[in-house]
């Protein structure tokens, strides 16, 4: 054999093996559950229109701080994860993963 299809070989595989491991954990769930919870329309309205752009705002907001602390937290590769934990990723998770709606 030669190089090239060797590659392709393992190349196949790799993409089936990804393949599998993304699609079998989705069809384990049952047809009947809603894994979402139903939120009342006046909820969801202000989470649409008030609290996610500010979300947005306080993520980009966030960035700018994380980029402004790194002087002070580079010494240290706990103290910039934490920082960007507090300043980028939490923020970022209450704006963009969180169920429309759900404000806990």
């Known amino acids: 054999m030669n190089w090239f299809k060797i590659k392709a070989y393992f ?9 599998t491991t993304i699609t079998f954990p989705v069809c384990a769930q049952d047809a009947g559950q809603n894994p979402y919870k139903d ?28 980029v402004a602390a790194l002087p002070f937290t580079a010494w240290n590769a706990e103290y910039i994860k934490k920082a960007g934990r507090n300043f980028v990723v939490e ?3 209450y704006t963009f993963i969180r169920p429309l709606g759900e404000f806990e």
């Open 11 to 19: 190349i196949i595989v790799i993409m089936v093996f990804a393949s």
């Open 39 to 66: 939120f009342p329309a006046e909820a969801m309205a202000a989470d649409l229109l008030v609290i996610r752009p500010l979300g947005i705002v306080s993520t980009t907001l966030g960035c700018v701080l994380f």
């Open 91 to 93: 923020p970022a998770i």
